[in-house]
């Protein structure tokens, strides 16, 4: 069973581009997003741009331009490391803003593409000027690494997680971006960034850091949710876990900055409005988050 919600969990967000289902629509009012900096979303593991039009970050991106953000959306390899990873997105970041004449930009990553951020503000912080994870692992114990589905499937079945990694990367046109499922160590590279980028980390375990360091401003929100939606094929996928989590990463280990919430009642998938906007009844619109949080870096001058 566990090595059944690791491969789904791995291949949810996927799945989910094939999937016909409703979604929500959020207000429109086009200055509300209008960010000084603007926007990048950047995906998690297994994640993708998109895939024949289809956002990972589902509805977000054109919504947050409808209200007025000029958004960014990355592309970085499927399965390596968040380094490597934080080292394709700076170049792109870089490219951006030669041609556009950025200075910076307000960075929002989901899953691993928190830690893959906080690498860029952590080298190139003159190019940072916020960070926001949504349910980007900040903070991994031991028992926590020992307890996780998708920390043993890589292990266990590297080769077949690199062949994935490929596979999507092809499939959303994207096949030069390598793969090294070898290289994908959260737990030991989250001990490395406590050391090297330790901007917003709280100082004690489920609490919060600092939301403001060296002009860089640090936020983090995720979901408590794991069965949220009977119709939702991403339910299968999440783990029952000790701590309240939302099926893939510990709401507590999940803490940076400011945190904006850590029980929206959303599972991993919910949070980046897949499976194409499918979430709990009552649950708020994941959309909607964005947007707030856009309008919240552009009162803050960023």
Not at 76 to 104: F, H, P
Request: net charge neutral.
């Amino acid at each position: 069973m566990r090595l059944l919600r690791a491969i789904l969990i791995a291949a949810a967000g996927v799945i989910g581009t094939f999937t016909s289902l409703g979604t929500q629509a959020a207000t429109t009012d086009t200055t509300y997003a209008a960010t000084r900096y603007p926007i990048v979303l950047v995906h998690g593991f297994m994640g993708f741009k998109d895939i024949l039009g289809v956002d990972y970050f589902y509805q977000v991106p054109d919504t947050l331009r409808k209200n007025g953000a000029k958004v960014y959306v990355a592309a970085v390899s499927e399965v390596n490391s968040s380094s490597v990873r934080g080292e394709q997105l700076l170049q792109q970041m870089k490219q951006w803003a030669a041609a556009d004449g950025i200075k910076k930009f307000n960075l929002i990553g989901h899953s691993q593409g928190g830690p893959t951020i906080r690498y860029v503000a952590g080298v190139a912080p003159d190019l940072v000027a916020s960070v926001t994870t949504m349910a980007g692992p900040a903070i991994m114990t031991d028992a926590q690494a020992a307890n996780s589905n998708i920390t043993s499937f890589v292990a266990n079945y590297g080769s077949l997680v690199q062949f994935a990694g490929s596979f999507v990367a092809w499939i959303s046109g994207h096949q030069s971006l390598p793969q090294d499922a070898t290289a994908l160590n959260i737990k030991a590279e989250l001990d490395d960034y406590a050391v090297r980028f330790p901007a917003g980390l709280p100082a004690t375990y489920c609490g919060q850091g600092a939301n403001l360091v060296k002009g860089i401003y640090y936020f983090s929100a995720s979901g408590q949710g794991i069965k949220t939606n009977a119709w939702d094929i991403s339910d299968l996928a999440m783990q029952q876990t000790d701590e309240p989590s939302d099926g893939a990463v510990i709401a507590c280990g999940a803490h940076l900055g400011k945190v904006i919430r850590d029980d929206y009642p959303w599972n991993h998938i919910d949070e980046m409005n897949h499976i194409f906007g499918l979430i709990g009844k009552g649950a708020p619109d994941p959309v909607q988050f964005y947007l707030s949080q856009a309008n919240r870096l552009k009162l803050l001058g960023r």
